[in-house]
């Protein structure tokens, strides 16, 4: 069972703010993703991580960026909030080597 | 580009079977399986590989056909517990285990008593 944990779970913010998403995982999973997803459509992935210090952008492009300077955390931010934002940001985790990805609950956002 | 799934939605009763549908226009490393019940992340299930064989989980399995580029996920004698919408992601020719998928636009299987 993976350990990945993802705060906070609801947020409502207004317009312009800036926000950071935060992801940890316990099982020392060297790769690590962040994926945006509206209801009942498709993930899209918007970044990913390959191991400290490495990060690329997904083919979703996004305006928030991300940053991996410990294995066990990888949040995402967003300097300022726009409604185009809101969407349900899901993390992910993976063993290098493997290809199973272990997803955590999500951060629902909402931008007003 | 992304892959493209049918049929978009499936209804059953249980204990029937269905079949769901994976195709991309690009040449492809590899085919992930997941599901995501309503609310909830989405779950590995299984992946094909470019050249692998067909891969089984209980009495769901999955076949990749090259040619084709094209996946199938076989839900047999189907279960309550299988309702969810049903994603794949692929990888194209050429990728590694690095897992950067591009998913579909899922199917939404509901099993009904």
């Known amino acids: 069972e993976a350990d990945i944990y993802q705060t906070p779970r609801y947020l409502v913010i207004g317009t312009g703010k800036k926000i950071t998403l935060e992801c940890s995982q316990t099982?020392?999973?060297?790769?690590m993703y962040w994926y945006q997803q509206d209801p009942g459509m498709e993930l899209h992935l918007i970044h990913y991580?390959?191991?400290?210090?490495?990060?690329e952008k997904g083919d979703l492009s996004s305006e928030s960026t991300v940053s991996r300077i410990r294995t066990e955390h990888f949040p995402l931010t967003l300097e300022s909030a726009r409604p185009s934002h809101t969407s349900q940001y899901l993390c992910?985790?993976?063993?290098?080597?493997?290809?199973?990805?272990?997803f955590g609950p999500g951060t629902r956002l909402t931008v007003t | 580009q992304q892959p493209v799934q049918s049929p978009q939605a499936v209804i059953l009763r249980e204990g029937e079977d269905a079949v769901i549908n994976c195709s991309s226009s690009k040449a492809l490393y590899s085919v992930h399986w997941y599901r995501q019940k309503h609310g909830e992340a989405p779950v590995f299930l299984m992946i094909?590989?470019?050249?692998?064989e067909q891969k089984g989980h209980d009495k769901i399995s999955a076949s990749f056909n090259e040619k084709k580029q094209q996946s199938s996920l076989y839900l047999t004698a189907s279960q309550l517990s299988y309702s969810g919408t049903y994603f794949c992601?692929?990888?194209?020719?050429?990728?590694?285990?690095?897992?950067?998928?591009?998913f579909g636009q899922g199917t939404i299987l509901t099993v009904h008593p």
């Open positions: 099982m020392g999973h060297d790769k």
């Open positions: 992601g692929t990888e194209p020719a050429g990728g590694t285990s690095y897992g950067k998928l591009t």
């Open positions: 992910a985790t993976g063993l290098a080597g493997t290809y199973e990805q272990y």
């Open positions: 094909l590989l470019k050249g692998g």
């Open positions: 991580s390959y191991g400290v210090n490495s990060t």
